[in-house]
């Protein structure tokens, strides 16, 4: 067993991950797939690759997923835990740079809004859209992160156990904003390592409706909390 273990949720990503997974061989982590029934048969795609799976029944969200990885993670014992998405806009070649990184801080963010970070192939609606959710949830949480909502993180699995992440409420994007938050609640060392952020190429964007009212009604929940001193 490695020390560190990549948690990887997906839904209808078997267009994408297998170069990911390709990549990931070359370093030295394990790997753990969490698929919400894909129904284009992402999560035996993946098996074919010898990564393990944890099969859910159906679309349970992306807070779900993460919780269960790192309750995997965390009985296991593994010292690092990585967040990684699926669809190919976090590349592999920025994690090696953010592995070097390791120790140096608690929480380790690949941060597209930092010097030298990027993106590819955005609209300039998504750009606005992303740099406006972090700009809300710093006004209000005042999270000392420039992106807060970032999915690509390295996590020390001692913070992971202070933060007590099976009680995390979130489930869709806002999971990233609950999760800093937490972290800066247990006092937490986050660092932000510039990446290049790429639009994927296959599938379709998991973002929603629903998920962007979740990320707002809660964010300026907190907010509130936090100007009665709770």
């Given at each position: 067993?490695?020390?560190?273990?990549?948690?990887?949720?997906?839904?209808?990503?078997?267009?994408?991950?297998?170069?990911?997974?390709?990549?990931?061989?070359?370093?030295?982590?394990?790997?753990?797939?969490?698929?919400?029934?894909?129904?284009?048969?992402?999560?035996?795609?993946?098996?074919?690759?010898?990564?393990?799976?944890?099969?859910?029944?159906?679309?349970?969200?992306?807070?779900?997923?993460?919780?269960?990885?790192?309750?995997?993670?965390?009985?296991?014992?593994?010292?690092?835990?990585?967040?990684?998405?699926?669809?190919?806009?976090?590349?592999?070649?920025?994690?090696?740079k953010m592995m070097e990184?390791?120790?140096?801080?608690?929480?380790?963010?690949?941060?597209?809004?930092?010097?030298?970070?990027?993106?590819?192939?955005?609209?300039?609606?998504?750009?606005?859209?992303?740099?406006?959710?972090?700009?809300?949830?710093?006004?209000?949480?005042?999270?000392?992160?420039?992106?807060?909502?970032?999915?690509?993180?390295?996590?020390?699995?001692?913070?992971?156990?202070?933060?007590?992440?099976?009680?995390?409420?979130?489930?869709?994007?806002?999971?990233?904003?609950?999760?800093?938050?937490?972290?800066?609640?247990?006092?937490?060392?986050?660092?932000?390592?510039?990446?290049?952020?790429?639009?994927?190429?296959?599938?379709?964007?998991?973002?929603?409706?629903?998920?962007?009212?979740?990320?707002?009604?809660?964010?300026?929940?907190?907010?509130?909390?936090?100007?009665?001193?709770?």
């Amino acid at each position: 067993m490695n020390s560190a273990i990549v948690v990887i949720p997906t839904y209808n990503e078997v267009e994408s991950i297998g170069r990911i997974l390709d990549a990931l061989k070359a370093l030295p982590v394990d790997v753990l797939v969490i698929d919400d029934g894909s129904p284009d048969g992402t999560a035996d795609f993946c098996r074919t690759r010898g990564v393990e799976v944890i099969s859910r029944s159906g679309k349970m969200g992306l807070g779900s997923a993460y919780r269960s990885g790192f309750a995997v993670a965390l009985e296991r014992g593994y010292a690092t835990v990585i967040e990684m998405d699926a669809d190919g806009s976090h590349q592999v070649n920025d994690l090696v740079k953010m592995m070097e990184w390791i120790g140096t801080s608690e929480l380790l963010i690949g941060s597209r809004w930092v010097a030298d970070g990027a993106i590819e192939n955005w609209s300039k609606f998504r750009e606005y859209l992303s740099r406006g959710a972090n700009a809300y949830a710093n006004a209000l949480l005042s999270l000392g992160v420039k992106d807060a909502t970032a999915g690509f993180r390295i996590y020390d699995a001692e913070l992971l156990k202070r933060m007590n992440v099976a009680t995390i409420k979130s489930e869709g994007y806002c999971f990233q904003i609950e999760m800093t938050r937490r972290a800066r609640s247990c006092e937490a060392t986050i660092g932000e390592i510039p990446i290049t952020f790429v639009e994927r190429t296959h599938g379709i964007s998991k973002m929603s409706f629903s998920i962007a009212l979740e990320a707002i009604l809660r964010i300026t929940s907190w907010g509130f909390l936090r100007l009665i001193g709770r």
